[in-house]
């Protein structure tokens, strides 16, 4: 099963765009992470070290932050990449 590191914050009835523009002015330091199961999920876009998710089973919008490995190298806040459900 895919799991995210996700943020608290989501967001819905909106539209890409919107989602992004929501990733973009959002104060992520002041919101909470959660490892999450998340079947089906879709990336839309990744914007100041913050990646956009559509969950097009659930209908909504969810972010997970871009984190950086010890050797410098960034990578996404999903952590199986390779399993589905």
Known sequence: MPK???YSATIENCTE???VDYALGMVWGECECLYQTICYAKHIATVEGIE???DYGAD???FCPVEESDDGAEYSGRQDVDSYC
Do not use: G
């Open 4 to 6: 995210f590191n996700t």
């Open 60 to 62: 909504y919008y969810f």
């Open 17 to 19: 765009e919107e989602a």
């Open 52 to 54: 956009v998710y559509y």
